[in-house]
């Protein structure tokens, strides 16, 4: 796999190896480079998601247990939700009503899979 620098350009996405071995994330969104930053710590889960972010564009089946991924932020929860229309819609805590911010699945999968490569 190789770092998809245009889609991380669009985003304004950077990832940044700080002196202290911590990975500092940078985007045009806060949210996204919020939840992006949770992954940094959590390979495994990161390669999960990652793994059900392909067959959801791959098959587009998904079990309803898999389409919601959260990070937990202080005493707050981001959630990302797969939807079936191929988006990825970030939620702050339980307010579903109120989507923070909706990006193709596509790109997400492409974003992660680029941290996924910084981390290796």
């Known amino acids: 796999y190789i770092m998809n620098i245009s889609i991380l350009y669009n985003y304004g996405i950077i990832f940044n190896k700080q002196t202290s071995g911590n990975i500092k994330i ?11 930053d949770k992954f940094t710590t959590q390979k495994k889960m990161l390669q999960e998601f ?5 067959l959801a564009l791959t098959c587009n089946s998904i079990s309803s247990d898999d389409k919601e991924w959260s990070v937990e932020l ?13 988006t990825f819609d970030l939620f ?8 923070l ?3 193709p699945l596509s790109d997400i999968r492409e974003i992660f899979n ?3 490569e910084f981390i290796d």
């Open 92 to 99: 702050l805590e339980d307010h579903y009503d109120q989507t």
């Open 50 to 54: 990652i793994s059900t972010l392909n």
């Open 114 to 116: 680029s941290l996924l």
């Open 74 to 86: 202080g005493r707050q929860m981001y959630t990302g939700v797969i939807q079936s229309n191929m």
């Open 26 to 36: 940078i985007a045009n969104s806060l949210n996204l480079a919020i939840y992006i």
């Open 101 to 103: 911010e909706t990006f």
